[in-house]
């Protein structure tokens, strides 16, 4: 069975900081995409950032990065510049078999 | 440009009641993803359909589940004699393309949810 762990329940950085989130999955396909998500108190599911598995460059959105290690099946998601608006539940999800995976999720505070 | 719509955003069922959940995918995506997602969890896949078909429903209850997504009209999920443990929020989402296209724009864009709370 596919996995995804989030070993991280919940994290804090100080306003303007900047914050990593771990993940690591189990899968046996090649080709895959991986995602990361967004879910703050109002509930909707956003769409922060994504990574073809065939491409070695790291992907990169505005303050949003990732670092993707594929032998290690590891896909961090760095947020630099923190805002009090990032404040939210975070999933990493990859693309597999039609479906997504997800992990448990990080839960992110931000201190002003 | 609307987003994936879903209605209700709040549904109350008593046990033994019919769920119906509606989901309008983004205008000119035609793939279709129910995930169900728990308190304090995150979403596990149940449905995903195209246009009239379902393509893979490995993670729906075999018993009382069943969704669809005809030519006209929204995709709806059917829950039939809900018990308390349906109790969650449903969220759909679409895509452009499927795993079968080449242009491989996997990106799902998810509705708000429906939050069914069995009484």
């Known amino acids: 069975a596919q996995t995804v762990t989030q070993s991280q329940p919940e994290m804090s950085v100080q306003e303007a900081e900047t914050v990593t989130l771990s993940c690591t999955y189990d899968t046996s396909e090649s080709d895959y995409y991986l995602f990361w998500y967004k879910q703050p108190p109002s509930r909707q599911m956003i769409l922060v950032i994504r990574q073809e598995a065939y491409k070695q460059q790291n992907a990169t959105e505005n303050r949003f990065s990732v670092n993707f290690q594929k032998a290690a099946k590891s896909f961090s998601l760095k947020i630099s510049d923190s805002q009090l608006g990032d404040a939210a539940m975070y999933f990493c999800a990859p693309f597999s078999n039609y479906q997504l995976i997800w992990g448990a999720g990080t839960k992110l505070i931000i201190k002003p | 440009n609307a987003g994936v719509m879903q209605n209700p955003r709040h549904l109350v069922r008593r046990r033994g009641q019919e769920a119906r959940l509606r989901c309008s995918p983004m205008k000119g995506h035609s793939h279709v993803y129910w995930y169900r997602q728990l308190p304090e969890e995150g979403l596990k896949f149940m449905v995903y359909l195209q246009k009239e078909n379902i393509i893979d429903e490995s993670g729906m209850p075999k018993e009382r589940f069943s969704a669809e997504f005809p030519k006209e009209g929204p995709s709806i999920l059917r829950i039939q004699q809900v018990v308390r443990g349906d109790s969650a929020a449903y969220f759909c989402?679409?895509?452009?393309?499927?795993?079968?296209?080449?242009?491989?724009?996997?990106?799902?864009?998810f509705g708000p949810g429906t939050r069914l709370t069995v009484t």
């Open positions: 989402a679409s895509s452009l393309t499927g795993p079968s296209d080449s242009t491989k724009s996997y990106e799902q864009y």
